[in-house]
Structure formats: structure tokens, C-alpha cells
């Protein structure tokens, strides 16, 4: 039987999640829709919403879904009028209300599999188990320093390359403990270097994870990048071209000797892990060194104190969490099979 899980691709920012977002999206199975940033936002908050078991509260989240502020739900192509009718039509759930949205886009193009892209996912991969208990997660990895690089040269990103390099340790640290915790059938890690060099072989080791066949399609991601990589997003501007190797080791040019330096003795470790060379820098500065450990330490306890509020939250819970609005998840509740398309209203 063909899955149905949800799929979420991860990694730190700048490592070619939205090209690997495109590729999947490119699938005639699969929808994945540009960052909708509603998602962690809305589980932190979902004392505020009440029992998802009551219509009411469904549609008071599915609004807030879908004309917050900073929800980016616009960026779906979707009416909000429908997504707030099959939100209170659907199962009472806090999960199934958020997968409703993603239920939809994969509607609009008419597909039965949807998928989520944003980076920073990659510190909330217990969080969305709770939501989406069947879900698949796809970590894309790539240099450091690369990234390091990249990051510097966002509009968006305000810290320095010494948090950039915090940022990547995170998403590295936490790669090795999924890789190691989650079954093999619901993590997955692949090397944006090897993506971008053999993107066939690639992506059909990918499509083997999550069940599906690969589509040559998905080996030209740009012809999908206007409908799917909204505009003002100017810095995902090589994504309407070829996929291409000409990315990589930027990091050389792109980065001032110190913050070679710097990298190769805090991250070096976990870039020879994951088959990166060093280049033989001297050592860094102490001062440099102490302050990416002084910026690690600030996003652990940041992460931690989070982490424990949640768990207050988890007591005091009003209602059903996890989704179940695909076979797994109905399957794990205990229910039975749905009928074909009996979530989402005509």
C-alpha cells in the first residue's frame, strides 16, 4: 500500500533544504509548500486553543492558522474559508488540525502525501512525533563552513559567524542522536555535497526511505521553484537554476582566515565525522573560541528552559494531540481505516 506519512526535511539553515524541498514537491506523489512558521508556534500556544475534540476550538486554531500574522498560511495558495470548514469537519485533534493545512496543499496539486520544510525543525523532532507519530524525517547536512559562509550573507540573519557555527554544532549533535534513537525507517541523513553531485543516485536512495518511486522529475527542482519558492525570497534565488556542485566550498573565499580558523578547531570533529576535510588552519583565538562556546551554551539552556516549560504544559494538556488524519496515526489511536476522502469536504 502506498504511504502516506508525513515528511519533514531538517538541517541547519543554509544547507540546501528549500533544493531538497523542490526535488521532493517535484515527486507526483509528494507536496511540501514553502516554510509556513505556524507550526511550533501553535503547539507551544495550545493550552490557548482548548480541547480539540470541540468544533469550536478547531476553528478558533484553524482561523488563527489561517490569518495570523506571521503564519505565512497565505503563501499555501489556499482559501482560508475551506481550510477553517475541513479543519472543524476533521478529526479532533490538535495534530489533525495542523496536518489538515498541509492535507490541503497537497490537495491543491492533486496529491496524496504531504510533506514540511523548515530547518530549525531540527530541535523539535520529539514535538512533532507527539503531532505526527508516523512521521519521516530527512536531515540534510552539509559543510560547516559552508554554511558558516551562506548564513553570513542573509538579509534575515542578524548573529555572526561565531553563532553561525553554534547553529551547525546544534544540528549536527542533534543528527547523531536521532541517528542513533529514531527507528531506521523514520530518520534519514544525506550529505547536500552528494546531493548536488549525483542527484539521481540520491534521490532514489531517498525515495527507497520513504516508500515511494522515484520520478526523474525530481532531478529538476527549478522547473517547480516559481509556483513553489515565493518571491520576496530572493535568497533562494539559485534554486530556479540547475542543480549544481559550484556551491560547494564557497567557504574558501567567502570566509576571513579567523573564522576558518575558528571552525575547523570547534567544528572539526564533526566535519571529519561527516567526510569533510580541514584545511590545516592555524589555531584559533582564545577570545573566538571561548565565545562560540559561551554562544553553544546559550542555545542549549534557551532549548532546556523551553524544553521544561513544555513539560508543565504536558500535564495540563486539554486534549487529544497526535494527528489522525493518515493511516498510521488512525492506526496507532486504535481506529479504522478512513474512506477515501472523507476529511476533506468537496
Known amino acids: 500500500m502506498p504511504s502516506d506519512r508525513p515528511i519533514f526535511v531538517i538541517g541547519c539553515p543554509r544547507s540546501g533544504t528549500t533544493m531538497l524541498q523542490l526535488m521532493l514537491h517535484s515527486h507526483p506523489r509528494i507536496a511540501v509548500p514553502p516554510e509556513t512558521r505556524f507550526v511550533v508556534p501553535a503547539y507551544f500556544s495550545r493550552r490557548m486553543y482548548g480541547d480539540m475534540r470541540l468544533a469550536e476550538n478547531r476553528r478558533r486554531l484553524a482561523t488563527w492558522i489561517a490569518t495570523g500574522k506571521n503564519t ?22 490538535f495534530g ?22 523548515r530547518p530549525s525543525y531540527y530541535r523539535h523532532v520529539e514535538m512533532l512525533l507527539r503531532m505526527f507519530p508516523d512521521a519521516q524525517f530527512v536531515h540534510l547536512i552539509r559543510d560547516g563552513r559552508d ?21 551547525w554544532a546544534e544540528s549536527i549533535d542533534f543528527a547523531k542522536r536521532y541517528a542513533r534513537k529514531l527507528p531506521k525507517d523514520t530518520y534519514y541523513q544525506l550529505r547536500y555535497e552528494d546531493l548536488t553531485a549525483d542527484p539521481e543516485t540520491e534521490l532514489k536512495r531517498l525515495c527507497d526511505f520513504l516508500g515511494e518511486e522515484y520520478d526523474p522529475a525530481m ?55 561527516h567526510g569533510y576535510e580541514l584545511s590545516g588552519a592555524p589555531k584559533p583565538d582564545r577570545r573566538h573560541v571561548a565565545a562560540f562556546k559561551e554562544a553553544y551554551h546559550r542555545r542549549r539552556l534557551s532549548r532546556l528552559r523551553k524544553y521544561n516549560r513544555d513539560r508543565l504544559t504536558r500535564l495540563r494538556e486539554p486534549g487529544p494531540i497526535a494527528a489522525l488524519l493518515t493511516e498510521g496515526q488512525r492506526r496507532l489511536a486504535g481506529l479504522p481505516r478512513q474512506r477515501d476522502r472523507e476529511l476533506i469536504p468537496r
Open 147 to 167: 554554511c558558516v559562509a551562506s548564513l553570513k550573507e542573509m538579509p534575515w540573519y542578524r548573529p555572526d559567524a561565531i553563532y553561525a557555527a553554534a547553529n
Open 219 to 273: 532531478c529538476e527542482p527549478w522547473h517547480i521553484a516559481e509556483i513553489a519558492v515565493p518571491k520576496h525570497k530572493v535568497w533562494h534565488s539559485n534554486t530556479h537554476g540547475e542543480v549544481t556542485t559550484a556551491h560547494s566550498g564557497k567557504w574558501v573565499t567567502k570566509l576571513e582566515p579567523w573564522e576558518i580558523a575558528l571552525c575547523e578547531a570547534v567544528l572539526g570533529d564533526r566535519l571529519v565525522a
Open 96 to 117: 489533525s488540525v495542523i496536518g489538515m493545512a498541509f492535507q490541503c496543499y497537497a490537495e491543491r496539486f492533486g496529491k496524496p502525501r504531504w510533506g514540511d520544510k
Open 72 to 93: 505565512k498560511f497565505r503563501e499555501l495558495g489556499l482559501d482560508a474559508d475551506e481550510f477553517v470548514r475541513a479543519a472543524m469537519l476533521g478529526p479532533g485533534s
